[in-house]
């Protein structure tokens, strides 16, 4: 009979390099304890690497580099699609996201539905901030991004080459999105956004 250990090594092994991993994927292996001490073992044997407090990986192989783990942004993902919540980029990480800054952020916030924490990936933080649902409900995925990095920026604060990229973007929104977006977003905001639909 195969061991708890082995049980998720192999579903670990079935996965593509690189998919991340918590000890909830593997609770029909064992209790709890059981599998925390399967995945602290595999992690002992560098089978797979734990990336933060109970996420783990099988990493892919980069060459030269050594193991390439998982980015902060992707831990993110992980964790905002297992706990199925909302999650919003703000600050410096929406303006990166965006393009409109080139630093990568070494604090990611992310506002959410779900509850505030922090998780620490390498030299790198996650912070989940809660925030209403009001501040979640923009739709399009440029558009809500735009809100979120004019509000870092602050008002009459952006460049003129800002702007002209801001709109740049919005024009590849839907604009059934766009639309609805800049009605939730400020009065300053919403007159920047309204210049990717004036033709």
């Not at 109970?54 to 783990?69: A, D, E, S, W």
């Amino acid at each position: 009979m195969k061991s708890v250990e082995d049980k998720v090594f192999d579903k670990i092994k079935k996965a593509k390099r690189g998919v991340i991993f918590f000890p909830e994927d593997f609770e029909d292996f064992g209790s709890f304890e059981a599998v925390r001490l399967a995945l602290h073992r595999l992690v002992k044997a560098d089978a797979i690497v734990r990336v933060a407090h109970g996420i783990y990986v099988r990493p892919k192989t980069g060459g030269l580099m050594g193991p390439l783990l998982p980015t902060a942004e992707e831990v993110a993902s992980a964790l905002a699609k297992r706990d199925r919540i909302k999650t919003l980029p703000t600050g410096s990480y929406a303006l990166n996201a965006l393009g409109l800054s080139t630093q990568i952020p070494m604090k990611i916030v992310l506002l959410t539905d779900g509850s505030s924490r922090t998780v620490k990936v390498g030299k790198r933080t996650i912070k989940f901030k809660k925030t209403t649902s009001k501040n979640l409900q923009a739709k399009g995925n440029i558009s809500r991004l735009v809100i979120q990095a004019l509000k870092e920026i602050g008002k009459d604060n952006q460049t003129a080459e800002e702007e002209k990229k801001i709109i740049e973007l919005l024009k590849r929104e839907d604009i059934d999105s766009l639309l609805f977006d800049i009605k939730l977003a400020p009065v300053w905001i919403k007159k920047i956004m309204k210049k990717a639909i004036v033709e």
